[in-house]
């Protein structure tokens, strides 16, 4: 069941196309992250991609739900100009930093770690980002680049000044030469204007095998709850801090109800910058706006999350034999 357009049809959605979003997504290389998915007919999408084989597989890449797509040919750096890609035997562990291989042996993932090769690649500032035609904003960022997220982060000041939601990933532990860790990311952000939302797809590991969950494994030892290594982290704009640009209000409460953090959509439309604004536009009390959307939202969560209890049930039936045999 796809979250694609579904408050196209709302009220919602009328605000959407009067109020259209930019979605910055660097680290495109697995596409398009759904976070913005209800609200994609209003949405457009950008993406970076400096491989040049994989560049162009990109760009084949139909427009799909999105009100546009485009992908840039260069990566996003704190410093721009050339630099050297490390590409990992797993390409999900391309990064600008160099992998610690003591930390791939530790836990027994030297995949992420060991190089494959490396890739001279032209990178640009965030800040260089904005001086692209038809790209004057950043509505919502996701950021996934294998370490060099804080460094982007510290350098674009001015740029985070004006960004909505920020979703980033980040580590507990090292894995890469000089990269910041959660503590520094959050420190950086809050100074900002940012409030951390929530912690998304946590990642454990464990020394044998690839098992997310601690259940029953043909490894040794073959149950072990594994180490939180990073996640990615969701951060919202401080409504408050944006009561004398209604406009931003306006799109920061989308951006919350697209992603299904309604209580912030609220907190958003509610300032009075954005109230009075909406109400003598569209005529209605904002709480009814978000409450409809609410609704359509929160159902279909409650069948992906039937869905997901159900697999997880047969995956647990599935494992049976195996824990009556450990």
């Known amino acids: 069941m796809s979250w694609e357009n579904l408050f196209k049809d709302l009220r ?19 596409g398009f992250q759904d976070d913005l998915s209800a609200l994609a007919f209003a949405v ?16 084949n890449i139909g427009p799909g739900p999105w009100a546009s797509r485009r992908i840039l ?23 600008l930093l160099l992998p610690l291989p003591a930390v791939g042996e530790r836990f027994n993932k030297t995949q992420f770690f060991d190089l494959e090769r490396t890739l001279d690649v032209e990178t640009r500032t965030l800040r260089a980002v904005l001086e692209v035609p038809e790209i004057d904003t950043i509505d919502y960022l996701k950021i996934d680049i294998e370490g060099s ?8 000041a001015a740029v985070l000044a004006d960004i909505l939601v920020i979703k980033t990933e980040a580590c507990y532990l090292s894995v890469r030469e000089g990269q910041g860790l959660v503590h520094e990311i959050d420190a950086c952000l809050g100074a900002s ?8 797809c946590p990642a454990h590991w464990r020394r044998e095998g690839h098992v997310l969950h601690p259940r029953i494994s043909d490894a040794m030892p073959p149950y072990a709850r594994g180490q939180l290594i990073h996640g990615d982290f ?6 408050a801090t944006l009561d004398d640009r209604p406009e931003r209000l306006i799109r920061l409460g989308l951006l919350a109800a697209a992603m299904g953090y309604f209580d912030h959509a609220l907190m958003a439309f509610e300032r009075d910058a954005a109230a009075e604004h909406l109400t003598k536009t569209y005529g209605e009390d904002v709480s009814d706006i978000v409450n409809e959307a609410s609704r359509v939202y929160g159902r279909r969560a409650f069948g992906q999350a039937f869905r997901r209890q159900l697999r997880s049930v047969v995956g647990l039936l599935w494992d049976l034999p195996r824990v009556l045999r450990a």
């Not at 959407?16 to 997504?25: F, G, N, Q, R, V």
């Not at 040919?73 to 990064?95: E, K, M, Q, T, W």
Request: hydrophobic share 40%; proline share 8%.
């Open 12 to 30: 919602i959605g009328r605000i959407a196309e009067a109020y259209p979003l930019t979605y910055l997504d660097i680290g495109t290389r697995d």
């Open 44 to 59: 457009h999408a950008i993406g970076f991609e400096p491989e040049p084989t994989e560049f162009a597989r990109l760009c």
């Open 73 to 95: 040919p260069f990566a996003i750096s704190p410093a721009g100009g050339a630099a050297v890609l490390h590409v990992s035997n797993d390409r999900n562990g391309a990064s």
């Open 149 to 156: 997220e804080l460094g982007v982060f510290e350098a674009s």
């Open 193 to 200: 204007g940012f409030e951390l939302m929530d912690l998304v």
């Open 234 to 239: 969701l951060y919202f704009r401080d409504p």
